[in-house]
């Protein structure tokens, strides 16, 4: 997720319009809009200040490792990251918890994600779907997490 995805998302979850965070952030309507609809990356004190109206880190709201996950999509991006890069692996269990690089899961939404996403896994390793899918799949998912309410159980 880019930094315009992300400061729209921060902005409806808190319900304000792209005026109210204008406010609040001390800047312009007009340069809410632009970094939100086209794209157009703020001066770093004037991400500062939006990061700090919607009341999330700067790293967050930049995409940059090492912020709170705010997100479900957020904590699965960093098992997917840890997977990656540390060759941990999804492992299911017909009872118990779903583990991934020893972090388990007993229920909720992440548990029926890395659940489905070692099937995934399996099925492209196995030749039967290719890299596109895989990352539709993938990608799709991802979304579906990124709405979960922000108080939500993961």
Known sequence: MEFDQRMKEARTRKGWTQRQLAEKAEVSPSAISSYESYGKMPPIDIAVRIAEALEVSLEWLCGVD?????????????????????????????????VVGGISFMDGPLAEFCAAYEKVLMNFQEEIIDDDIRRIWLERQLEKLDQLPPDAPF
């Open 66 to 98: 090492g912020g709170t996950p705010k997100t479900a999509g957020d904590v699965a991006r960093l098992l997917l990251r840890a997977e990656s890069a540390a060759h941990c692996y999804f492992e299911s269990r017909e009872e118990g918890p779903v």
